[in-house]
């Protein structure tokens, strides 16, 4: 991945930044090292610095118009709701680690049907499976809001619009 000063970017599978440049800096007073500069789009003051060595590790292309738009058409069956709350914990980390969109949004529908039912039944998620669900949404609605020219809360309608 070659990255250019303007351009954004996802870092850790889950943040939209703006490059800002690259600096070399000598952290340890003997070894100077690139580092890519980023800002986080949604977070002022915030400011990350990334070794140019790594980069491709941490960082991923923002997806096009086009393809969050195949993204969408393609989203179909939810996760499958797992009874383990350890299990599930552990899922939801590996899922929302990939950077996947696709599986996050089947997992974000799969959190959205059990949340449907337990409150039918007077009854709400745990704090884990929120967590994980506010993680999730802010993923696929940083990005697909960013791309789509959208505020991120119009996103679900969005899609919701476009898979019927």
Not at 20 to 37: P, S, T
Not at 73 to 87: K, L, N
Request: one cysteine or more; charged letters at 30%.
């Amino acid at each position: 991945m070659v990255l250019q000063t303007g351009e954004h970017v996802i870092y850790r599978n889950t943040e939209l930044c703006r490059v800002e440049g690259f600096e070399k800096q000598c952290a340890d007073g003997v070894h100077e090292r690139e580092y890519c500069v980023l800002t986080p789009v949604n977070s002022a003051g915030a400011r990350y610095y990334v070794p140019a060595e790594t980069a491709a590790e941490k960082l991923r292309a923002v997806h096009t118009r086009e393809e969050i738009m195949s993204l969408i058409s393609e989203m179909g069956a939810a996760e499958d709701w797992c009874p383990d709350p350890m299990e599930r914990k552990r899922r939801h980390a590996e899922v929302l680690s990939s950077g996947d969109i696709l599986r996050t949004a089947a997992m974000v529908k799969g959190i959205y049907l059990e949340k449907r039912r337990r409150e039918e039944h007077g009854k709400s998620l745990n704090s884990a499976d929120e967590r994980t669900l506010r993680a999730a949404e802010d993923m696929i609605n940083g990005e697909f809001s960013f791309v789509l020219g959208i505020k991120p809360e119009e996103v679900p309608a969005f899609i919701s619009g476009k898979i019927g």
